[in-house]
C-alpha cells in the first residue's frame, strides 16, 4: 500500500494540493486573489484540520494570533503555506510536545511564527532548507516520511504574496519558522 505506513493520507493530500498549486502558478495559471482576512480565523480552521495528527503524538497547538489581526493575501496560498508549516512541526516535534502560531504586526507587515518543540534543525541544513535543488529530507519523530519538497514550495508561495520566510532552529530545542504578509488594506 503506497499510502500507509510510508505516506499517510493527510501528508499524500497535502503534498499534492501544493504541487497542483505550484504548477499552476508556474505556468501564470493561478491567479493571485488576495483579499482582507482575519488570521486568527483562518488559523483557528487550519488547527482544527491538524489536530488528529496532533492528537496521535499528544502535542499541543496554541492559536496565540490577536483575533483581530487582519492581513492582505490570497487565502489558499496562505492556508497551504500555514498547513505546511503545521504538518512539519508535528511531524518533528516528540509526543507531548507544543505547537505555537502567533503573531506581531511589525510596519506594513505582520510576521506569522509557527514554533515547536520539536528536535530542530542542524545549521548546515538550515540553508538548503527553501532551495529546490538542494532538497532535503527527514524522518520524523514517529517515522513519518516526507518529499523535502514543503518548505521551497512555501517560500515561493510567501514571495508570490510579497512576503518573506525564515527559520530559526537549535537542535534538541525546536524551530519556529517565521513569514511575513501585509497587513490588512482599509
Known amino acids: 500500500d503506497l499510502i500507509s505506513p510510508i505516506w499517510p493520507k493527510s501528508i499524500l493530500y497535502?503534498?499534492?494540493?501544493?504541487?497542483?498549486?505550484?504548477?499552476?502558478?508556474?505556468?501564470?495559471?493561478?491567479?493571485?486573489?488576495?483579499?482582507?482576512l482575519n488570521l486568527y480565523d483562518l488559523i483557528d480552521k487550519i488547527v482544527?484540520?491538524?489536530?488528529?495528527?496532533?492528537?496521535?503524538?499528544?502535542?499541543?497547538?496554541?492559536?496565540?494570533?490577536?483575533?483581530?489581526?487582519?492581513?492582505?493575501?490570497d487565502v489558499n496560498i496562505l492556508r497551504l503555506v500555514v498547513q505546511n508549516l503545521m504538518t512539519n512541526?508535528?511531524?518533528?516535534?516528540?509526543?507531548?510536545?507544543?505547537?505555537?502560531?502567533?503573531?506581531?504586526?511589525?510596519?506594513?507587515f505582520v510576521e506569522v511564527a509557527v514554533q515547536d518543540t520539536g528536535i530542530g534543525i542542524e545549521s548546515e541544513i538550515i540553508s538548503r532548507l527553501f532551495n529546490f535543488s538542494t532538497i532535503h529530507t527527514t524522518s520524523g519523530t514517529a517515522g513519518e516520511k516526507g518529499t523535502g519538497?514543503?518548505?521551497?514550495?512555501?517560500?515561493?508561495?510567501?514571495?508570490?504574496?510579497?512576503?518573506?520566510?525564515?527559520?530559526?532552529?537549535?537542535?534538541?530545542?525546536?524551530?519556529?519558522?517565521?513569514?511575513?504578509?501585509?497587513?490588512?488594506?482599509?
Open 149 to 186: 519538497l514543503g518548505l521551497p514550495l512555501c517560500k515561493e508561495f510567501i514571495e508570490r504574496n510579497d512576503g518573506k520566510i525564515w527559520v530559526e532552529s537549535e537542535v534538541g530545542k525546536g524551530s519556529k519558522f517565521t513569514f511575513t504578509l501585509s497587513k490588512a488594506i482599509s
Open 89 to 108: 512541526s508535528i511531524k518533528f516535534t516528540h509526543i507531548d510536545g507544543r505547537i505555537i502560531i502567533s503573531s506581531v504586526e511589525k510596519g506594513g
Open 14 to 36: 497535502v503534498l499534492l494540493e501544493n504541487l497542483l498549486h505550484w504548477s499552476l502558478m508556474q505556468r501564470n495559471m493561478l491567479e493571485y486573489q488576495p483579499v482582507n
Open 48 to 73: 482544527g484540520t491538524s489536530s488528529q495528527s496532533a492528537k496521535e503524538k499528544n502535542i499541543s497547538i496554541s492559536n496565540n494570533v490577536d483575533r483581530r489581526t487582519f492581513v492582505y493575501a
